[in-house]
């Protein structure tokens, strides 16, 4: 079984910042890609970022410039640095890890509140 335990999240001001850690552990073997989705309330759950195992990294257009993604494969964990925050990035963030060619795991989510 595999866990993703999340942490980091939390309300900050607009202009503000937050990291959040995502660290994966149990019967892994291998971590593929790694990343985070958000969802804000009646909205779908969008792509944030993304990072492959040979470090190579994919943004939302809305995030780019101002978030971070990063992987530390020794520890089984992903990062998201998010720097000049604004209100629009409040949403439940998620991590999530492909592992094992085919599986995907996710964690259970982090609230991420900007305050305007």
């Known amino acids: 079984q595999v866990q993703l335990l999340e942490s980091g999240g939390g309300l900050v001001q607009a202009g503000g910042s937050l990291r959040l850690s995502c660290a994966a552990s149990?019967?892994?073997?291998?971590?593929?890609?790694m990343g985070w989705y958000r969802q804000a309330p009646g909205k779908q759950r969008d792509l944030v970022a993304s990072?492959?195992?040979?470090?190579?990294?994919d943004y939302a257009d809305s995030v780019k410039g101002r978030f971070t993604i990063s992987r530390d494969n020794a520890k089984n964990t992903v990062y998201l640095q998010m720097n000049s925050l604004k209100s629009e990035d409040t949403a439940v963030y998620y991590c999530?890890?492909?592992?094992?060619?085919?599986?995907?795991?996710w964690g259970q989510g982090t609230q991420v509140t900007v305050s305007s």
């Open positions: 999530f890890i492909n592992y094992r060619a085919l599986s995907t795991a």
């Open positions: 990072i492959t195992t040979a470090g190579s990294t």
């Open positions: 149990g019967s892994i073997f291998s971590i593929d890609g």
